[in-house]
């Protein structure tokens, strides 16, 4: 059955062969009768040769920018020198004038006492003070007195009288200095000294 319709199908080619062979015949015919197509030289379109399109070269966009140097302006440091702040303060002149301390103590004259007695002065040296008073009080069984000089030599100064026992004599001295005395009455026995003091 197959091989049958291989052979139809094989006629059928041969037969379209045979067909295709006619017409070559034919058109063979066609190209004797008619003249060789001579170009016509004024329809010669010479074509002008198409430029190559050679395309301009194109320039690297190399964008060269400005460079972007921002110069800012110079931040002058505005170094404001202020003056010096010679705050020249007037001299602490604190000349407080205090009053001179002129400290007249008037000290009230102080008494003192030398008792007198067989054979001494007691205290034998009394230290005072200028306006001070000394008073010598006979505590003795004796009379006694008190006579300005180094024992036994009387100076001519001041003497007080013989003043008996349990009488008493003062005296105030004024000027600093030392005072020697003794008992008139009884010479080289009984010396005493005062010192006075400023
Ligand atoms: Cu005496």
Redesign the pocket.
């Known amino acids: 059955m197959l091989s049958r319709h291989r052979t139809n199908v094989a006629a059928s080619l041969l037969a379209a062969a045979l067909l295709a062979a006619g017409c070559g015949t034919a058109a063979g015919d066609d190209a004797a009768s008619n003249p060789p197509s001579t170009v016509d030289p004024t329809t010669t379109t010479t074509q002008t040769p198409e430029s190559p399109t050679t395309a301009p070269p194109t320039t690297p966009t190399t964008t060269t920018l400005p460079p972007t140097t921002t110069t800012l302006p110079p931040t002058t440091t505005t170094t404001t020198t202020l003056p010096p702040t010679t705050a020249t303060l007037p001299p602490t002149t604190t000349t407080t004038t205090q009053p001179p301390t002129t400290t007249t103590t008037t000290k009230p004259s102080v008494t003192h006492t030398v008792t007198?007695e067989?054979?001494a002065m007691s205290p034998g040296t009394l230290v005072i003070k200028a306006g001070d008073t000394v008073r010598w009080t006979n505590v003795g069984n004796?009379?006694?007195?008190i006579t300005s000089g180094v024992d036994p030599t009387p100076d001519g100064g001041w003497a007080s009288p013989t003043f008996a026992p349990g009488e008493s004599w003062s005296r105030t001295f004024d000027t600093p200095g030392t005072y020697d005395y003794f008992?008139?009455?009884?010479p080289y026995?009984?010396p005493g000294r005062i010192v006075v003091e400023p």
């Open positions: 007198t067989e054979y004796m009379d006694h007195d008992c008139s009455l009884h026995l009984m």
